[in-house]
């Protein structure tokens, strides 16, 4: 029963999407608002329904229903309750349902905004909308049905089906296989839900860029509408690749957090498409330029957010993330296909009515200089998408498949990153419109002469990296050049108003939350900058294979081996475990207890490193193999991570800007209300 | 007698002259970080884009066992390589080698780069225009321009 109704319910919302596809279109040609509306009405609805699917399933994962083909994946009975409800997206079936309950979750508040100004928007929106989330309906109710059931045919054969089979009878598994045990860390619970957060909230803007080059208005509104659903979709997508990462590192044990694995690079792609576009609307804005290239980078990352949950979830790329295998690729590749042509054709079909009202005054200028920076993160785009096709290029043409490595990845984008830093530093000192580099130079010669102490400190320390010097350097220019700009904004405020200095500078960002949440934004990257070069250029590791009370050497820190333990687990896993003392410069700091959790059911080892964390590194021990008899011998493989929490420290501070970039502006409100017809002002 | 001193002579000499045999058995057996150096850089065809070093499957173990055999008969980093190449393909190399159409992941990144900075710049020739006038060139006492623009940015928005 629970199953018919869950089903029902994604069928209407399908329904419900494509008439407010079609009623959107039709009344917006035909001027019949009353269709219009309908077709809202229609969107708003599609939300519930799929509620009542997304529920439907929680409660067949939760009640333990593995006549259920996807309950039957994706849990078992001694999994605890809380992964059994996070299981919906656990596998490829719920996770689809989920990505289009988020959908139309994003769709439905978009419904629900004042159109008063942009009722000309209102119907394209609806358009684009619908269209998506009836695409990712079509996937689960014609390819990937979540509420299929086992089955024996009359020969006893397993099929699965969501009607009764003629002559079949119901299959109930004794209990399911359970959820992939990669999947059952803290991190990797909520990593999906922000990435899909990430890609739906993306489709918003591009929602309301289509519908601004259907209804041809060429002035910003569309922009300055969507600004904070950007931040928010930037939010969502950054903590995704940050718990992500977090998640690689406690669980995938290979010492690091970024392994440019193509499912990753699925993941940055839009996030870098999203970074260019957040910088180069301040542009459109401030000066009604970029008009064509803002409206083909909210394209470009609504394709990739499409082509990301596509690599995700077709399998098409074998790797540790593609769990989920399916035959939904064509679909996929057509929709993407579609949506790229249609929206590139529209933009070329306005390109005349697009034409920017200002011009370069400067090549130093801010805007010249957010161009720079665009062609940075494009270029990075490029490269990482050329590693991720490359080898399906090569298998394609060649029949010969190659792997596209970390190394490659590094030496390409490395200098491109260093590119970017360096622009952090110094487009923050440029201003809009005439810029000199006499006048840049005026701004730039103070934190730039302090910054120098930082690679004089590096060499007279003894750091002989010329890599690590420049990158440390270039971290220390930026976090000065933004310091500066916090110290000399407050200072301003603090002589024309006599505020005091530290109200100076809360009310200095509160008054532009978005340029001083991307200065935090900026402080956050540096940190996180200080991480990687400390993990990647000075990571050192050592392996050993040791009896009781033998020692393993490496750096500073000497690992004594205690003990192996081994015992089971009520829920599934046999877990191996060792006992490590650990000691630094000839001191006991602590114990470390890696494992290897091999979880029974699944047929998988997981393994689990032991790690010592301090703010200025990690030792990371894996339990590599083990003397199953006598447990009287190990082999570890021990990493030592200079500066890696520095990565997760920054991503914090990363999010916190982001969250001050992104918080509602109360001193806009009565400025709407006030001035209803008046163009609206707010943001930088 | 002179036989035993003979033979005691000649052990002596020899142990002079040849390492002791611990020491053999060490340098034939070469440690997890000198395999892992090598394993570093090579992929199986199984366990798509999880290094070899750190693999924790059976199938990946046998070939750092394989890559221990081949260091202890004296094998270098190419010949190791080359001989995963020839079993299992060039997937095994962490980067594509340097040959036919795999050229491509190597020229098409700078191209891009030089192609993308060419659009850039002409772009940016094309947009620009002469400054209309040079606030700081006509006015190097005025106040400081950033504070102005601050203010100008602060007034702006209420």
Redesign the interface.
Known sequence: MIEEIGYSALVLAFGMALYGAGAAAFGAKRERPELVESARRAMLLSWPLISVAALAIIALLVSGRYDVEYVAKVTSSTMPPYLKVTALWGGQEGSLVFWSWLMAAFASAAGLRRWDRDRDLLPWVIVVTMITLAFFLSLVIFVENPFRRLWLDPVGNTVTAFLRPAGARPLIPADGQGLNPLLRHPGMIIHPPMLYLGFVSFVIPYAFAIAALVARRTDDRWIRVTRRWTLVAWLFLSLGLLLGGRWAYDVLGWGGYWGWDPVEIAAFMPFLSGTAFLHSVMVQEKKGMLKHWNVLLIILTYVLVIFGTFLTRSGVLSSVHAFAQSAIGPMFFAFIGITSIVSVRLLLDRWGTLRGENQLNSLISRESLFLLNNFLFIIILAVCFLGVIFPLVSELFTGQTVTVGPEWYERITGPLFAGLLLLMGVAPLSAYGSSSWRLLGRQLWVPGSVSLLVPAGLLLAGVGNWAAVLGFWLAGLVALVTLYEFWRGALARHRRHGESMPVALVRLAGRNRRRYGGYIIHLGVVLMATGIIGIELFQTETQGTLARGEQLNLGSHVLVFQGLTQFNTPDGREVSRAELSVYKDGRLVGQLFPRQDFYIAANQPMTIPGVRSTLEEDLYVLLVGWEPIAQQGATFKVFHNPLVNFVWLGGFVFILGTLVAAWPDRETAPLRRSVQAAAWVSGD | MRQTLAALLLAGLLAAVAPPAGVVAQAEQP???EV?AIAK?L?C?VC????LD?C?TLAC?QWRDTIREKLALGWDQAQIEQYFVEQY????????PAR???W??YL??PA??LL??AV?VG??RA???????????QDPAAED???E???D??R???
Do not use: C, H, Q
């Open positions: 440690t997890d970080d892992n850089g992929y065809p798509e884009n999880v290094p750190v924790p173990k393909g060039d997937r095994v190399l962490a980067a594509p036919g159409l795999n491509a992941v098409i990144p891009v780069f993308g900075g850039l772009a940016m947009w620009r225009r002469p400054p209309a006038v040079s606030r700081v060139g321009p950033y504070l623009r601050l203010e940015e602060l702006a928005r209420g």
